[in-house]
């Protein structure tokens, strides 16, 4: 079955404890990329990847790492966690961004750091 | 001004009713995702579209490339519609993806 893969769906954790959430795909997809979503704010882009090696910011990178090192996987990376960090972050791909093709998403990881 | 708008920003609907959730953007290339969110969570690509119209059960979503709008209509409104709409667009071909602020829709019974 094609789909994205996020793990974990819930993760408490405390402030300034690394952590990575893991995104992987079985589409070959070339795009992957990560948004968090908060209320009143909306989905906001945090990284994308538009293939291995080739990663950039969104909207809201700040305290986030990424890396693309396999074309299925595409880790998010909190080196050091805050509370504002606390939201509902998506992973998703698509085939390539520039070809109109649709997106696909993860369960989503409900994150609360304390 | 937000580079997407969507309107309504909430909206209550009786069954059966026929239903219209616009989008507006200023930035971007010629198309445009809908995505359904459920509560729960899920997030769901409905459609993607570049021109015209676009049909999937009772769901239509059309496009209007110059006036930079979209309109996406669910024929026949069931509760299981119940979920938030979200309109996006690609800023550029490879690039980022700028999200509407959703309309929440509810319908009743």
């Known amino acids: 079955e094609a789909q994205v893969t996020q793990n974990p769906r819930y993760l408490i954790t405390v402030t300034g404890k690394k952590l990575t959430v893991t995104c992987s795909q079985n589409?070959?997809?070339?795009?992957m990329s990560w948004y968090r979503q908060d209320p009143g704010l909306g989905l906001r882009q945090i990284y994308y990847?538009?293939?291995?090696?080739?990663?950039d910011k969104g909207d809201v990178p700040e305290g986030y790492k990424v890396s693309r090192k396999e074309k299925r996987n595409f880790p998010l990376i909190l080196e050091s966690p805050s509370p504002n960090q606390t939201s509902l972050y998506f992973c998703?791909?698509?085939?390539?961004?520039?070809?109109?093709?649709?997106?696909?998403f993860g369960n989503g990881t409900r994150l609360t750091v304390t | 001004k937000n580079e997407v708008e969507q309107s309504p920003q909430n909206l209550t609907a009786q069954e059966g009713e026929f239903i219209t959730i616009n989008c507006s953007y200023s930035?971007?290339?010629?198309?445009l995702h809908w995505l359904q969110q459920h509560p729960g969570g899920g997030i769901v690509s409905l459609f993607m579209?570049?021109?015209g119209k676009k049909k999937h059960g009772r769901l239509i979503a059309t496009i209007n490339i110059q006036e930079k709008h979209s309109s996406l209509h669910i024929t026949a409104s069931h509760p299981r519609d119940s979920a938030v709409y979200i309109c996006?667009?690609?800023?550029?071909?490879?690039?980022?993806?700028?999200f509407g602020p959703g309309t929440s829709l509810s319908v009743i019974p």
């Open positions: 998703a791909s698509s085939i390539r961004q520039g070809t109109y093709s649709p997106l696909h």
């Open positions: 589409m070959n997809h070339e795009y």
């Open positions: 990847s538009m293939n291995v090696e080739v990663t």
């Open positions: 930035v971007g290339i010629s198309a």
């Open positions: 579209l570049s021109s």
């Open positions: 996006a667009v690609p800023k550029t071909s490879y690039d980022k993806v700028i």
